[in-house]
């Protein structure tokens, strides 16, 4: 589930991502001034308070002649009612501002449309001023204001003018860092209070990959709408968490299924299973094989899921359809399953503020034999029980008929997301042969089986073997075995012989030998004056790798490189020679206990990882005796 808000967050913070041609962060363009107010009113005519917003910015130019693109969202629940803009002064009158939907990465159909056109700005000083007038239909779809742009800022002024019947809250978010004075007072004409918020010197917002949420990095206010009581009636928004449960359960109310088709459906998954919990499993097994995830949003912003019998015959749905079916095909069943809302961990805010920019997610939840179950359809190969990082520890807002239970999806270690290699090699001339074995588990068998998926049956063994010997023509791959593809519930296993040829250097009576063929992370470290945000690895990571050497006979182990331990809490890098009889074995462990790594820890990681290459830069030495 896409929300709204999700959508202009995109846009703030990504800067133009729908079009290639619009430019990324531009030093030569800066907003020189802009002024937005945002004001509640009541429409007589439609009985609705909604939500008018004025926007005006104006843009210079610092140097070179360039052009300029801007863009405004919309969608069902907002209305564009008046566009201006000049340059220089002037309106050109070639240029004529497009309407279109709008679509991004993987959002295949959304109600959510765009403005944009592209303003000249001709020569040094050139400036552009654009002005939008909008309505936001319900004030519940108004969730947050952002103030950063892609351009730097010199000055920005939000208003927000609140009439004395509307009660909001408005929650000063990421503050720290930036230059923001906030100003309150009391219009007598309207009735209302206006607050008033100026940014001043503030620069551009910056688009990093595996980066927090702006949600988590930029200055808004969460705009929590609670009640209006416009010439005498009470309506109430989102004052409590209950009304916004009340909310979207009205919302899932109203949705009608076909249970004859769903129950045809779900009797034919489970028509060779007897078991209980073999039955549920081949439900959510079949919904994540058979119902391709396409995130949309259509109707209410996205809040409202498809009829689960509709995306049974479409074989597609967003996260919102899935959820749906699995819920209803395993209801079916006699199973106590139930609507899930979440909000993933790109999000910062919980339901402690209820906003619908909270949630962005609808997963199912299963009570069985005491247990809750989290069933999550769009992480395609996940196993049963296994839980994505982005949902991990995260509140969930429960269906319970009226009622709702709020509570956390579990937060697994690690250990739950394996990545191993075995390895049991002998030295063959310059060669090093013998047999390998993995096993991948959680996140990392997801990541696997989604590459491996992805490409035609009859290439994907050619592309495993290719990605196990990491395209090095020299370590030769034979007798290659694996586990099924198809199975999500058990492990993923690959097991080969190998011949790793020129892999072992003879100089007179010594034996050179590399132990470490794949030396993660090696290269993995962080430009201090470049990276601007903290650091998000996609999930933990448990990284095990074990190579057993056999000595050769009249040999001895001469020199061995230094062991290695370092361990802090956010990761842990191990690196172990012993010595066993007739062998050595190499064993190292790569730990990613916690994929938050803040900016603040990047130079001691790079330190780190410059001692984990000291280590993969020295040779086991082989001595004949």
């Known amino acids: 589930m896409v929300n709204r808000i999700g959508l202009l967050v995109l846009v703030l913070t990504l800067c133009t991502s729908a079009f290639s041609r619009f430019a990324e962060k531009d030093s030569n363009i800066v907003i020189s001034q802009a002024k937005e107010i945002h004001e509640f009113v009541y429409n007589k005519k439609s009985g609705n308070v909604e939500v008018k917003q004025s926007l005006s910015t ?14 405004e969202m919309y969608d069902d629940q907002s209305t564009i009612d008046k566009v201006d803009f000049a340059v220089d002064g002037k309106k050109p009158k070639d240029i004529k501002p497009v309407y279109e939907y709008y679509s991004v990465d993987n959002i295949f159909f959304s109600d959510a449309r765009i403005c944009y056109f592209e303003l000249p700005l001709q020569t040094k000083g050139s400036t552009s001023e654009v002005k939008f007038e909008k309505t936001i239909t319900d004030p519940r779809y108004f969730t947050s204001i952002f103030f950063t742009e892609p351009y730097n800022i010199v000055k920005k002024e939000i208003a927000v003018k609140v009439p004395r019947w509307m009660k909001v809250e408005l929650k ?7 230059k923001i004075t906030k100003s309150s007072v009391y219009d007598s004409k309207d009735d209302a209070d206006v607050h008033t918020y100026t940014i001043s010197d503030a620069p551009a917002t910056v688009r990093e990959r595996y980066a927090p949420g702006p949600t988590y990095i930029y200055p808004h206010l969460l705009v929590m709408t609670k009640s209006a009581t416009p010439s005498g009636n009470n309506v109430t928004f989102f004052n409590t968490l209950n009304d916004q449960y009340g909310w979207y359960r009205s919302l899932v109310r109203d949705v009608k299924n076909d249970e004859s088709v769903i129950k045809a459906k779900a009797q034919e998954i489970t028509r060779s299973v007897t078991d209980d919990l073999e039955k549920i499993k081949a439900v959510f097994y079949w919904v994540q094989n058979n119902i391709r995830y396409i995130a949309f949003e259509d109707g209410l912003a996205g809040f409202r899921p498809d009829k689960a019998h509709e995306v049974l015959r479409k074989k597609y749905g967003d996260c919102k359809g899935m959820a749906h079916l ?26 402690s503020t209820p906003n619908l920019s909270v949630d962005n997610h609808m997963i199912c939840a299963l009570n069985f034999q005491g247990k809750t179950y989290f069933l999550d359809a769009t992480e395609t190969y996940i196993g049963f029980s296994e839980y994505a990082e982005r949902i991990q520890g995260r509140q969930v807002l429960v269906e319970d008929g009226d009622k709702f239970i709020l509570t956390k999806v579990p937060a697994t270690t690690y250990q739950q997301n394996l990545d ?31 590459q491996l998926n992805s490409i035609k049956k009859d290439k994907s063994k050619e592309a495993f073997m290719k990605y196990l010997s990491e395209d090095n023509k020299d370590y030769v791959l034979t007798e290659f075995t694996t586990s099924s593809l198809e199975d999500f519930d058990k ?3 690959a097991k080969y012989n190998v011949t790793f040829r020129n892999a072992v250097s003879s100089f007179g009576k010594e034996y050179y030998v590399d132990m470490d063929f794949r030396k993660e992370l090696s290269k993995f470290t962080f430009e201090l004056d470049e990276r601007t945000h903290d650091y998000w690895f996609s999930y933990k990571q448990n990284v095990l790798r074990e190579t057993e050497l056999a000595i050769p ?10 062991n290695l331990e370092i361990k802090n809490a956010d990761y842990e890098f191990t690196v172990k020679y012993t010595q066993q009889k007739g062998k050595l074995v190499y064993q190292k462990s790569i730990i990613i206990k ?6 603040g820890s990047f130079a001691q990681w790079n330190k780190d990882i410059e001692k984990l290459n000291q280590v993969y830069n020295e040779q086991v030495v082989l001595t004949a005796k």
């Not at 000063?172 to 930036?178: L, Q, R, S, T």
């Not at 993933?344 to 805010?349: G, L, Q």
Request: net charge neutral.
């Open 58 to 71: 104006v843009y210079s130019c610092n140097s070179f002649r360039t052009s300029l693109y801007v863009m």
């Open 553 to 562: 006979e009249g040999y001895t182990v001469t020199h061995l490189p230094a």
């Open 491 to 493: 492990s993923l296993t």
């Open 326 to 351: 699995t819920k209803e095909l395993l209801k079916s069943l006699g199973y106590d399953a139930r609507l899930t809302w979440i909000g993933t961990n790109h999000i910062a805010h919980d339901y």
């Open 172 to 178: 000063e978010m990421n503050f720290k860092g930036y």
């Open 594 to 599: 916690n994929p938050r790594l803040s900016k």
């Open 420 to 450: 191993l290699e075995k390895r049991k090699l002998a030295i063959n001339g310059t060669d090093l042969q013998g047999a390998a074995e993995h096993e991948w588990k959680g996140e990392e068998k997801e990541y696997m089986l989604t």
